[in-house]
């Protein structure tokens, strides 16, 4: 592995050896609920992305692997993310990491995609990162058997992370039950699910979707596709997803070109 940063006690390396990305399959494998002999991202994968000039980053607390990330290179001086994982605290460090990592080879963007329900991600890319959200994908990877996915379907929100901006500040927005506007759209549990004013749409995911999809998987689904229509119908009109609120709003903001 070579030398990395270490930040109050915690350390990020570049891992290149053998052993050290057994440990990071096997780390993604429990994290992602699947058998350590079938993991998401095998030691061989990983080890060939990272022959190939991609980088797999991980975190250790003391010895101990704490969180794990895959990128790889991509066209017009952007990076992409493959996957991150980390325990709770530890993701800005590893995501740092992969930003240095990737304009230290010139690189001006970074994207990766996560599911749109899942709030607390969101409120990490859009709020504390300063991502944006770009593109809405329907069913991205097709029905998904590991034990967080399995019997959903696979939307994905793919984010875009401008590398060369400061970083703002983490608010992601406070405002309760959507921050106002008219409703448009009913969600699943008989609540708002959208508002919309002049300026902005804004949307509600529930609070939980790995515990809502364990304990009703048609339920779960029906949010799904609530959430998917919002989306899709917004994107097509011009807007992206800026914000997601400690409540669970999402804030999607017209770009320019479309207002």
């Not at 704490?66 to 325990?87: D, I, K, M, Q």
Request: overall charge negative.
């Amino acid at each position: 592995m070579t030398a990395g940063m270490t930040i109050t006690g915690v350390t990020v390396r570049t891992v290149h050896d053998v052993a050290g990305l057994a440990a990071v399959a096997d780390h993604f494998s429990d994290v992602w609920q699947t058998p350590r002999t079938a993991p998401p991202y095998p030691a061989e994968v990983l080890r060939s992305l990272a022959h190939a000039g991609g980088a797999v980053h991980a975190v250790y607390a003391g010895q101990r692997l704490a969180g794990a990330s895959v990128a790889v290179l991509g066209p017009e001086r952007g990076t992409y993310s493959l996957v991150a994982a980390a325990e709770q605290g530890l993701g800005p460090i590893l995501k740092l990491a992969q930003r240095d990592w990737a304009v230290a080879l010139g690189a001006r963007t970074m994207r990766w995609t996560f599911d749109p329900l899942a709030g607390r991600n969101a409120r990490f890319n859009l709020a504390k990162l300063g991502a944006v959200g770009t593109e809405y994908l329907a069913d991205f990877y097709g029905p998904m058997a590991d034990g967080v996915n399995d019997g959903d379907e696979s939307d994905r929100l793919t984010v875009t992370w401008d590398l060369t901006a400061p970083p703002g500040p983490y608010d992601g927005g406070g405002e309760g039950d959507g921050g106002g506007g008219a409703v448009f759209r009913t969600a699943p549990d008989g609540g708002p699910l959208a508002r919309r004013d002049d300026r902005y749409v804004r949307c509600r995911v529930p609070e939980d979707v790995v515990a809502l999809r364990a304990a009703d998987p048609a339920l779960a689904l029906r949010w799904r596709h609530a959430v998917r229509e919002v989306f899709l119908e917004a994107f097509v009109e011009g807007f992206r997803a800026t914000g997601m609120s400690r409540d669970g709003w999402y804030t999607l903001t017209r770009t320019e070109e479309a207002a």
